[in-house]
């Protein structure tokens, strides 16, 4: 059997309320009155494509899986920070996969994470299990209906043949060149056609042909699909596309625009995930996505399911979410906003490149070294251990510590430094198991950080080089959060 | 066990730049400053110097590197100088490389001198430093009043005191140290402040306000050093002596193993007992008569005062809003002010210290002359409490 053997997904914490954008914009754009609804997703200022995805696969693989076992990434963003230098291949690194396997970027198109499920797919059934990331951190122009409508998020698949939970029946693509909306690659926002035309001429006359072939090929019939996935930012059009095909108006998924936004190419997987949280045994999925054409691939959820769970999922990513009123905070981390920085912003953020390739593995996969004699952790590793009164040399062997949480021993709060989102909270963290590292904490607000404050490991931008182009990343603390005990 | 280097070497004469915010001086002008009262001191002539240690930390805003900026601003007779730096603790590592020059008979006289120029960055606060192209790739953009307000929250929790408690005790220290500097002419900051001022300052890093912060001053403090025998036969008398000089350095066992607590300076406590048996100090409480300590920070100075074995460990806060170490107290700690109000020079800082227990010591230090000093002992700090370098100097009189 051939299919879905995990999934996962990623939404950021901030959760922009959407009134607060239409009333600061309201002198200017009265016209999105109406869209005062609600929050969407946005990444904190050192979040990007990468960070998300990284984040949807560990929710994915957890802590203990073997992730020897993943036999290729594809990375799916349109919103790619690098051109070049594989972004998959930072992926890679932050969660220590195999250096033999191929790590690809797949990109150009909304439907690029289905093209990457297709064609992972088909490399499942020879070379093992596939992973397929998919995440988006969409830019679009103040006070315009995508800065609505977005949200940043991300979605992650394994596809293999051992063990799977939802059995892939069939897929069909139509690759066409119908442009909605285009984005040069120098370009910072879509440039969009009108929305009638998108709606009936490409939504309304590719898509059916797409759902129809993958019905007619697996033999299933419209009325039968239990759960349909389509995402859309046009209102109410993933329910007249479902009446198109002949699929019950039931079986809609909720495209959860109302709490987080569209997340662009992640956004198909990010409803399937959330799907798959819910899905019965025998239930039929069929994710269908727009972009440079169609595409439909339908699943059928077998008993497995419940063995898969992610650790933390869709459901849970939702109610951790807070919701940020203050609009010049989401435009000052889109760099919509230039903020003052004072002259302690303007260090030079160069990175050394020979360095950060010598140190990778601690720096990309926070790897650390464990005595093998006594037993004790130390970040970053060294040749000579720092054992009182016994320096050992070459006795570390690597100990990854991201999969582990920590305490937090002291931290502080400063206003002195330039930092993006002040104060910068950090101190030090003792891992569960040995170790200590002076680390930055994120995600947090007053009150939260504390001295024994669990904290649990998130990579992150650490720091970016704006005159070069360069983002440098590494991990941070984050308080570990019981379900249901967000603050809204 | 080496024999140390207790009453070996003198100081023959030292001086000290006015510190603060010096719009018109140069560092070069600093330097001037310091070394003109120091060889007027000394009564000594630049061809009499053997050797000389130049201490300055943030080269790139002040001085630029190596000994060659010292030897040019004073003209000195084409002799070794050799640059040190060792963070915020490199006026000590001056003074120990002179002392350790004549002790050894390699030379008969030295010249310890730091300077810091930290004004000319065009903002506040210490400069922003470059750690390495390692560094930077993981550790957070850290700044000093961070990495020592994690003291404050170590120590709280250690000792289970509370938020507000410490907070006063730490306000105390500000208090205690900007009635001192009021006394002092060449002080940075010279008005007294009241305990509610301190409380109610703004946050610089949590629980640390703005009078919980250390001046950052450009300013400069030499010290000339030579043998006893040779101090009297240059007509010395009243001879200031040291008594220990002590480093300790951090090997990474704070920072990466999970054994220390955060709320305490390991190496401080190190130097410490190895100063206080070089010196032949068995009992630090009864007998050091005054201190200037390495109060960056005010929660720096506190956890110091049981570094240095002066106040029980968790016992500081008490002896601090006892007075203990106010200037009419027991031990007297930072009556010139300290690096909360003197200022802080960073290279020059340890020298300004040795400096004031010099003065003290010769009945010289004016309006807040304690009665009759016997023994000071300075501490110069450099990094953070996490990693960091101790410096642990006494002095006192030597006997004819």
Redesign the interface.
């Known amino acids: 059997m051939l299919g879905i053997v995990g999934y996962g997904a990623y939404i950021p914490r901030l959760r922009l309320s959407r009134k607060a954008v239409v009333q600061a914009n309201a002198w200017y754009a009265p016209q999105f009155a109406a869209k005062a609804k609600g929050t969407r997703a946005f990444g904190n200022w050192d979040e990007d494509s990468i960070t998300m995805a990284v984040a949807a696969a560990r929710d994915c693989l957890g802590s203990g899986a073997d992730r020897a076992r993943v036999r290729g990434l594809y990375l799916a963003s349109c919103t790619v920070p690098f051109v070049e230098r594989s972004n998959a291949g930072i992926v890679g690194e932050a969660l220590l996969l195999d250096e033999t396997i191929d790590a690809v970027d797949i990109t150009g198109s909304q439907r690029a994470a289905l093209s990457a499920v297709t064609l992972a797919l088909a490399k499942a059934q020879s070379a093992g299990t596939q992973f397929v990331l998919a995440a988006d951190l969409r830019q679009a122009r103040a006070a315009s209906a995508q800065e609505l409508e977005f949200g940043d998020g991300a979605a992650a698949l394994l596809l293999g043949t051992e063990g799977v939970i939802a059995e892939y029946l069939g897929g069909a693509t139509l690759s066409v060149d119908f442009v909605d909306h285009f984005r040069s690659s120098d370009a910072e926002v879509d440039y969009a056609w009108e929305e009638r035309w998108v709606r009936d001429e490409g939504v309304g006359k590719l898509m059916p042909r797409a759902i129809g072939a993958v019905l007619a090929d697996a033999g299933i019939a419209a009325t039968a699909v239990d759960h349909f996935i389509f995402p859309s930012t046009i209102a109410k059009l993933d329910a007249q596309l479902a009446g198109t095909c002949g699929i019950r108006s039931d079986a809609v998924v909720d495209n959860l625009q109302g709490r987080i936004g569209d997340t662009g190419t992640a956004h198909a997987l990010l409803m399937l995930a959330h799907t798959l949280e819910r899905a019965k045994p025998g239930q039929l999925i069929l994710v269908s996505q727009f972009g440079s054409g169609a595409q439909a691939l339908l699943f059928r959820v077998t008993g497995s399911a419940p063995a898969a769970r992610p650790v933390k999922g869709v459901g849970a990513w939702l109610e951790r979410g807070i919701e940020e009123t203050s609009y010049t905070k989401f435009l000052a981390f889109r760099q919509q906003l230039i903020l003052e920085r004072?002259?302690?912003g303007e260090?030079d953020?160069k990175?050394?490149l020979s360095?950060?390739y010598r140190?990778r593995r601690?720096?990309l996969g926070f790897v650390a070294g464990r005595c093998s004699i006594t037993g004790?952790v130390?970040?970053?590793p060294?040749r000579i251990s720092?054992t009182?009164g016994a320096p050992a040399l070459d006795t570390q062997e690597p100990y990854p510590l991201a999969e582990r949480q920590g305490t937090v021993?002291?931290?502080?709060?400063?206003?002195?430094?330039y930092?993006p989102s002040p104060?910068?909270y950090?101190?030090?963290v003792?891992?569960d198991g040995?170790?200590?590292?002076?680390?930055?904490f994120v995600d947090v607000s007053k009150g939260d950080i504390?001295?024994?404050t669990r904290v649990e490991m998130a990579f992150r931008i650490?720091?970016v080089d704006e005159r070069r182009g360069f983002v440098?990343y590494?991990w941070k603390a984050t308080p570990v959060r019981a379900p249901g005990a967000a603050k809204e | 066990m080496p024999s140390g280097i207790k009453d070996k070497v003198v100081i023959l004469g030292m001086g000290c730049s006015r510190f603060g915010e010096r719009w018109d001086a140069s560092p070069e002008d600093l330097m001037v400053e310091a070394y003109g009262e120091a060889m007027a001191d000394a009564g000594i002539d630049p061809k009499q110097l053997d050797a000389a240690w130049f201490s300055t930390h943030m080269s790139d805003v002040g001085t630029g590197r190596g000994g060659l900026p010292l030897s040019i601003a004073l003209r000195l007779p084409n002799i070794g100088v050799t640059r040190v730096e060792n963070f915020c603790a490199g006026g000590t590592e001056a003074v120990r490389g002179a002392v350790y020059a004549v002790a050894s008979g390699a030379c008969d006289i030295a010249l310890a001198l730091g300077v810091e120029k930290l004004k000319d960055t065009g903002y506040g606060g210490l400069p922003v430093a470059t750690v390495g192209t390692l560094v930077p790739q993981w550790y957070p953009n850290a700044v000093a009043p961070a990495n020592f307000a994690q003291l404050a929250t170590a120590y709280r929790r250690k000792h289970r005191v509370d938020a507000d408690t410490l907070k006063r005790a730490i306000a105390h220290v500000s208090v205690k140290s900007h009635a001192n500097g009021a006394k002092n002419a060449k002080a940075h900051l010279r008005k007294p402040i009241t305990e509610e001022q301190v409380l109610a300052a703004p946050i610089i890093a949590e629980p640390l306000g703005l009078f919980d912060c250390c001046g950052v001053s450009d300013g400069a403090a030499a010290a000339i050093v030579t043998r006893p025998d040779i101090a009297r036969a240059l007509g010395k008398r009243d001879l200031v002596a040291f008594k220990a000089l002590q480093l300790s350095t951090s090997n990474g066992w704070e920072m990466h193993s999970s054994q220390w607590d955060g709320s305490y300076f390991h190496t401080t406590r190190i130097a410490a007992k190895r100063a206080y048996e070089e010196a032949g100090i068995r009992a630090p409480r009864e007998q050091v008569s005054m201190l200037e300590v390495h109060d960056c920070f005010s929660v720096t100075e506190l956890v110091t005062m049981e570094d240095l074995y002066l106040s029980p460990e968790g016992g500081a806060v008490k002896d601090v809003m006892d007075g203990v170490f106010d200037a009419d107290g027991r031990i007297p700690c930072q009556i010139d002010g300290g690096l909360k109000c003197f200022g802080h020079p960073v290279g020059a800082s340890g020298v300004r210290m040795l400096y004031e227990m010099y003065l003290q010591l010769q009945h010289r230090a004016g309006a807040r002359q304690l009665p009759d000093p016997r023994i000071g002992l300075t501490h110069n700090l450099g990094g953070q409490p996490s990693q960091n370098v101790a410096s642990v100097t006494i002095v006192g009189g030597l006997r004819a």
């Open positions: 004072g002259m302690r260090q953020k990175t050394a360095t950060l140190h601690s720096i004790e130390h970040f970053p060294s720092y009182p021993l002291s931290w502080s709060a400063e206003y002195l430094s930092y104060p910068q950090y101190g030090q003792d891992f040995g170790g200590r590292v002076l680390m930055e504390e001295s024994g650490k720091d440098r590494f």
